[in-house]
């Protein structure tokens, strides 16, 4: 897999020895669409890092200064040229731009590197921080859907169904705006 470069992070494949960090943040996911990621003991994680280092659609965050890995922005193709983009991040790193700082080079690498047209995100409502990062990368907000999907059941074991906001760019629309870049902001290595 390709390497992307800013400058706090490495953006690359997950390794087996990252199952430590990936358990940091997959333990307790912070957004109940990652609920079904939880894992449970280091084992599992090792096993997912292992899994994860086979695609070429995920990105281990890596933060520079500390050399742990603190989220991951992935996804996956819809051929022939859009992707669907999602991120994560281990909640003693939020809020310090790493996550925006991870998806502009990442989103710079598709459009840019894989010649992807279109990106959008699938947001819950009440996932405010992931909606506001969406708006800073220059997405704009497509769709409400409501009741769109269950993360979580009731104590009957029914389903509890969430609200999910669509948010998109096409690549026409990557260097205006919000979401404009200079072209080393990611560097490839």
Same mark, same amino acid.
């Given at each position: 897999m390709i390497a992307?470069?800013?400058?706090?992070?490495?953006l690359?494949?997950?390794?087996?020895?990252?199952?430590e960090d990936l358990f940091a943040y997959l333990q307790h996911p912070g957004a109940s669409c990652f609920l079904?990621?939880?894992?449970?003991?280091?084992?599992?994680?090792?096993? &997912?890092?292992?899994?994860?280092?086979?695609?070429? =659609?995920? $990105?281990? %965050?890596?933060?520079?200064?500390?050399?742990?890995?603190? @989220? &991951?922005?992935?996804?996956?193709?819809?051929?022939? =040229?859009? $992707?669907? %983009?999602a991120w994560q991040m281990n909640a003693d790193?939020? @809020?310090?731009?790493?996550?925006l700082e991870a998806a502009r080079a990442v989103m710079d690498h598709l459009f840019e590197a894989r010649g992807i047209r279109r990106i959008y995100a699938y947001v819950e409502t009440d996932n405010l921080?992931?909606?506001?990062?969406?708006?800073?990368l220059g997405m704009r907000q497509e769709g409400l859907f409501r009741e769109f999907i269950s993360?979580?059941?009731?104590?009957?074991?029914?389903?509890?169904?969430?609200?999910?906001?669509q948010f998109a760019i096409l690549k026409k629309e990557w260097r205006g705006?919000?979401?404009?870049?200079?072209?080393?902001?990611?560097?490839s290595v």
């Open positions: 992307l470069e800013t400058d706090r992070l490495v690359r494949g997950f390794r087996e020895r990252d199952a079904s990621m939880k894992l449970e003991d280091l084992a599992a994680a090792r096993a &997912e890092a292992i899994k994860r280092a086979n695609s070429e =659609d995920v $990105f281990a %965050i890596e933060h520079r200064e500390s050399g742990r890995v603190i @989220g &991951e922005v992935f996804g996956h193709l819809e051929p022939p =040229d859009t $992707f669907s %983009i790193f939020a @809020g310090q731009g790493f996550a921080p992931s909606q506001r990062l969406c708006m800073r993360f979580e059941t009731d104590d009957a074991g029914a389903p509890i169904y969430v609200d999910t906001l705006g919000d979401a404009s870049l200079p072209s080393d902001t990611a560097k």
